[in-house]
């Protein structure tokens, strides 16, 4: 039995084209460079843990430099405090207090013990000078 079409629709030309499954009419099928779906399926998110991790290749003073996402965060905060920015300072020292406690040996820090102490004295005269202007 052959099926019979419908009403008003033009008839079929016999074709050797295969058409099943796999196989759509070559009238169907996706063209060179045609997306059907241009927003995809939504992937994963990434752990919040890796974001910091990342590498960044930054400009900076004119030069290309690779970075990781943590180190650039400490140096625009860095530069923000040598402003004056009062919460930069703050958070330069809430993240170099939580980097100790995270250091499991004493060599895993990136600053030596001289750094260090530097970089916490420029913190502490950064506050106590921004605290003094502040009261004025």
Do not use: C
């Amino acid at each position: 039995m052959s099926r019979e079409r419908k009403a008003g629709a033009p008839p079929q030309e016999p074709s050797d084209e295969k058409v099943g499954y796999g196989r759509p009419p070559s009238k169907r099928r996706i063209g060179k460079g045609e997306i059907r779906n241009p927003w995809g399926r939504a992937g994963k998110p990434k752990p919040p843990v890796d974001f910091l991790d990342e590498t960044l290749v930054l400009r900076i003073d004119g030069e290309p430099r690779r970075l990781t996402r943590a180190e650039a965060l400490d140096h625009f905060l860095f530069v923000k405090a040598a402003k004056g920015d009062v919460r930069a300072i703050q958070l330069l020292q809430v993240r170099s207090q939580a980097r100790r406690q995270s250091a499991a040996l004493p060599g895993d820090s990136v600053m030596s013990p001289d750094e260090e102490a530097a970089f916490d004295r420029f913190l502490r005269r950064a506050a106590a000078r921004l605290a003094g202007e502040g009261s004025s």
